[in-house]
């Protein structure tokens, strides 16, 4: 499912056979020729290419009599004063796409004019282990090129003075990797397979990392009032799962924050039919859950200094006979009663429940939801960014920075009386959906409705969880998007 590569650091190395990845900022010398072309073969070879270090360009050359190594690549990093930290991902990503089943690789990072920090190395690493990420575990015959097949596994030696400091930097990176690549394996995974009580016994499993989970069933919902939720489920044969995480590593006086997934691990729509064509990607509407596993699976393995609440809404939404009807009324763990005018519009009934449920039980300081909610948002911003929603200025401020800095990035959306009204029903509190305008934002108007005062954000990555544009570090289709950027929102505010 994943290209590996044993990564290691070193201040210097000999390379000795294999491939030699070197880095070159535009118009610079490339790193460590002096370890691998004492004779200067590859500055020749980058005049005569017109090779100028461009960003993630690439020269391949080939290694000259008595070199150490049996083949170079250099890699283009750009202009120095405009490399920004994500580069050193895409950078890393471009380089595990060079290395064609290398057994041995030597990576000099340290190139003539700039300064390689611990966390740029840390960032390459990171880049090489999510771009090498494959998803075959349904094949049963192999691309001659493919590394991933016979568990092939490449020992990558990267070379750099700050050796020390990024062998524990990407002790981190590893922990970011290990949630990315989980939340992409969910999303991949078809739904015969990944059930909602196969997901929620995926999350027992981060008890081996020291994660508190606790599984509800079907009987345990029922008893806590949660209609909404188990009206989507009760079309399915496939019982539904409230998975509730809870890492506690932060100051037992200090209120967890929460995060909250939309995990329909298949969307029919229920009575409301979808069209069949590409009904097939509705494995991937738990998106949302995925994202909240990984983000769960990198906090505890990195030893997060915060305590977080992970809580994932399982269903199978399915148009049996004894599915929920257009037209019925069901009644929310909140006591509000809801119109069900669409049964596609099911994700908001899963995740209305869980919100009052995790704001009723934990108190956080705030709760972060992720759903593939709606179509509407990859009309208004296609694959490029998330919509974001929320009642409070401080938390999307927080929310579009980690947006930025790993360039998983949101776009805020408007909420406002006059799209709330579009919810209300003429038999019931509201209905689930407003009608065909607006769509986005009248989904987020009935989960604002479930979340009291607390500070609130609700993320709809429809357009980028599942189907998104790839690029050096993403050849997947299921993304893992919303790991990163949680996880850098946990690290840069809410830790120590």
Not at 116 to 141: E, H, R, W
Not at 212 to 217: F, G, M, P, Q, Y
Not at 310 to 320: A, R
Request: hydrophobic share 45%.
């Amino acid at each position: 499912m994943v290209s590996r590569f044993d990564i290691g650091f070193a201040k210097t190395a000999r390379a000795s056979g294999g491939l030699a990845i070197l880095l070159q900022i535009t118009g610079g010398e490339a790193a460590g020729v002096g370890e691998v072309d004492p004779e200067g073969v590859v500055a020749r070879a980058a005049a005569v290419a017109k090779f100028t270090g461009k960003a993630l360009k690439s020269l391949d050359v080939l290694a000259p009599h008595g070199a150490p190594v049996d083949r170079i690549r250099v890699l283009g990093l750009g202009e120095a004063d405009k490399l920004v930290a994500h580069d050193w991902l895409k950078v890393g990503g471009a380089a595990a796409g060079k290395i064609s089943g290398a057994d041995k690789v030597t990576i000099y990072i340290d190139a003539p004019g700039i300064t390689v920090t611990a966390k740029n190395a840390a960032d390459f690493a990171l880049g090489m282990q999510l771009g090498a990420y494959s998803f075959d575990l349904y094949k049963t015959k192999k691309g001659e090129d493919d590394d991933a097949k016979a568990g092939k596994t490449s020992k990558v030696t990267i070379v750099t003075g700050s050796a020390t400091a990024a062998k524990k930097a990407n002790d981190i990176s590893e922990a970011v990797a290990a949630g990315v690549i989980l939340a992409r394996n969910l999303v991949n995974e078809p739904a015969n397979v990944l059930g909602p009580v196969e997901f929620a016994d995926k999350a027992k499993a981060l008890e081996k990392l020291g994660v508190e989970v606790d599984i509800l069933t079907e009987r345990e919902m029922k008893k806590l009032g949660m209609a909404a939720l188990l009206g989507v489920a009760q079309g399915s044969v496939r019982p539904p799962r409230l998975a509730v995480m809870h890492w506690k590593g932060g100051k037992e006086k200090d209120r967890p924050i929460a995060f909250i997934g939309k995990g329909v691990v298949f969307d029919t729509g229920g009575i409301s039919i979808k069209p069949a064509a590409g009904m097939e990607d509705m494995k991937g509407d738990m998106g949302g859950a995925a994202a909240v596993i990984g983000l769960m699976h990198t906090l505890a393995a990195r030893k997060a200094k915060a305590n977080v609440v992970g809580i994932l809404g399982l269903v199978e939404n399915m148009p049996d006979g004894n599915a929920q009807r257009p037209g019925d009324i069901v009644k929310s763990m909140s006591g509000q009663t809801i119109e069900v005018i669409n049964t596609d519009a099911e994700g908001r009934l899963v995740l209305c429940d869980a919100l009052w449920y995790c704001n009723e039980t934990f108190k956080p300081q705030f709760m972060v939801n992720l759903a593939t909610l709606t179509g509407a948002i990859t009309v208004a911003l296609g694959s490029h960014h998330a919509g974001l929603f929320s009642n409070d200025d401080t938390l999307s401020a927080r929310l579009t920075a980690a947006g930025l800095a790993t360039q998983e990035r949101l776009w805020r959306m408007p909420l406002g009386r006059e799209y709330d009204k579009m919810i209300d029903s003429k038999f019931a509190d509201m209905k689930n959906t407003g009608g065909r305008l607006a769509g986005s934002i009248t989904a987020a108007q009935f989960l604002h409705r479930f979340v009291k005062d607390t500070p609130w954000a609700h993320l709809d990555i429809a357009g980028t969880a599942m189907g998104s544009p790839t690029d050096e570090i993403n050849q997947s289709w299921g993304s893992g998007f919303g790991v990163r950027l949680l996880d850098e929102l946990v690290r840069a505010n809410y830790e120590g």
